[in-house]
């Protein structure tokens, strides 16, 4: 399984971002699509996570600001990023159960 993230880049504080991750290469749906991120100097913490069956969750320093969204007939999940903040700087992971892909770098200028 290969995914493929895409979506990062520079916003300002208050700004939005929507990043995309499509997996590829299997057969059967993932159980479970997120993200992930890892700001400079820190330990990577999840942010997201989708279940195939539509079932979504957020960390809560994310909540009502971001969004999770998954289209299985495409493999993909996504991540509307709102309201976005300079805490919310990182390289963003995303992940379908133990596979993992590239990051993209989300830079928040405050």
């Known amino acids: 399984v290969q995914l493929q993230a895409s979506g990062g880049g520079l916003v300002q504080a208050g700004g939005s971002l929507r990043l995309s991750c499509t997996a590829s290469?299997?057969?059967?749906?993932?159980?479970?699509m997120g993200w992930y991120r890892q700001a400079p100097g820190s330990q990577r913490e999840f942010v997201a996570r989708?279940?195939?069956?539509?079932?979504?969750y957020c960390v809560e320093s994310v909540k009502g600001r971001f969004t999770i969204s998954r289209d299985n007939d495409k493999n993909t999940v996504y991540l509307q990023m709102n309201s976005l903040k300079a805490e919310d700087t990182g390289v963003y992971y995303c992940?379908?159960?133990?596979?993992w892909g590239q990051g993209t770098l989300v830079t928040v200028s405050s």
């Open positions: 992940y379908g159960d133990r596979y």
């Open positions: 290469g299997s057969a059967f749906s993932l159980n479970y």
């Open positions: 989708a279940a195939v069956t539509g079932s979504t």
